[in-house]
Nanobody, 111 residues
């Protein structure tokens, strides 16, 4: 069993920054990819960014140049640095490990 716990969400004005963190505990393996997804009201959950154990990274086009994903394999953590936030970034952000989801953390960007 794996538990993912996110932190770092909140309310920020447009143009501001937030840093999300996710700590994985339990039967984890640093060989897994980790990722952040988000789901806005009335919309489907979408991939924001993913990172392999080796550091290969993918971003959604909508966040390229603004968001940075990173991981610490030794601590089983993944982070999402979000800069230049826009109101359309408002969503619940979920940490993901294969077959597991975190509980989600709300990010609200006011205009």
């Amino acid at each position: 069993q794996v538990t993912l716990v996110e932190s770092g969400g909140g309310l920020v004005q447009a143009g501001g920054s937030l840093r999300l963190s996710c700590a994985a505990s339990g039967r984890t393996s640093s060989t897994y990819a980790m990722a952040w997804y988000r789901q806005a009201p009335g919309k489907q959950r979408e991939l924001v960014a993913s990172i392999s154990r080796g550091g290969s990274i993918n971003y959604a086009d909508s966040v390229k140049g603004r968001f940075t994903i990173s991981r610490d394999n030794g601590k089983n953590t993944v982070h999402l640095q979000m800069n230049s936030l826009k109101p359309e970034d408002t969503a619940v952000y979920y940490c993901w490990l294969p077959n597991y989801w975190g509980q989600g953390t709300q990010v609200t960007v006011s205009s």
